[in-house]
């Protein structure tokens, strides 16, 4: 079966200091893909960064970079300089790449950005 | 433009009513979900549909029936509420099932009385 798990409900970090958040799956499917989301106060989800399985290099956009570790089936979230505006919610995800390609979400990581 | 909306983003309702949520998406997208987020923000998959096709139906109580009237619509409706229902009903679109970014809609925040 397929899961994820997120094992801090909370992390804080100051301002302009990186924050990694973990993140570790399980699945026996050869090909899946591996998502970052964000949930401000607002509520909406916000789509950061995206890597797939057969990705050779790790995925970075912006001040967001996932460092995938297969063998260990983990895909971390890395924030660098984090901002006051960081402090959201982050979900890991998961796709599996064949049936009905289904997403399954973590429990979620609230980051809190301090001054 | 609004890719992924929803309406409407506040419903507060008594126990036993019916009442649907509306989801449109305008990014030419083929699959749609429905995932519903409890109090404790866990979220999780309730249905989708590709192409007006059903492709997941989790185990989700039958008063609960999705309708896609063309790909760019994913409606929810809901009978019967119980307290239970009370939480986020998100939608979601993927240009293609297996799509590499699903983008969410603002969320319907269903409060059930």
């Known amino acids: 079966a397929q899961k994820i798990t997120q094992t801090q409900p909370g992390m804080f970090v100051q301002e302009k200091e990186a924050v990694t958040l973990d993140c570790t799956y399980d699945?026996?499917?050869?090909?899946?893909?591996l998502f970052w989301y964000k949930q401000p106060s607002s509520g909406e989800m916000i789509f950061l960064i995206y890597q797939g399985s057969y990705d050779q290099q790790n995925a970075t956009e912006g001040r967001y970079s996932l460092n995938f570790q297969k063998a260990r089936k983990s895909a971390n979230l890395v924030i660098s300089a984090s901002q006051l505006g960081d402090s959201a919610m982050y979900f890991c995800a998961m796709r599996s790449n064949r049936g009905t390609y289904k997403y399954i979400f973590g429990t979620g990581t609230r980051l809190k950005v301090l001054a | 433009d609004t890719a992924v909306s929803q309406t409407p983003k506040y419903l507060v309702t008594q126990m036993g009513n019916d009442k649907s949520i509306k989801c449109e998406q305008n990014?030419?997208?083929?699959?749609m979900y429905w995932y519903k987020q409890d109090s404790k923000k866990f979220l999780k998959i309730m249905f989708s549909y590709n192409n007006k096709e059903l492709i997941i139906n989790e185990t989700v109580p039958n008063r609960f029936s999705p309708k896609s009237p063309d790909k760019a619509h994913l409606n929810l409706h809901i009978n019967s509420l119980e307290l239970g229902d009370s939480a986020v009903y998100f939608c979601?679109?993927?240009?293609?099932?297996?799509?590499?970014?699903?983008?969410f809609g603002p969320g319907t925040r269903l409060t059930v009385l």
């Open positions: 990014l030419g997208h083929d699959t």
């Open positions: 699945t026996s499917d050869p090909s899946y893909g």
């Open positions: 979601a679109s993927s240009l293609l099932a297996g799509g590499d970014t699903q983008y």
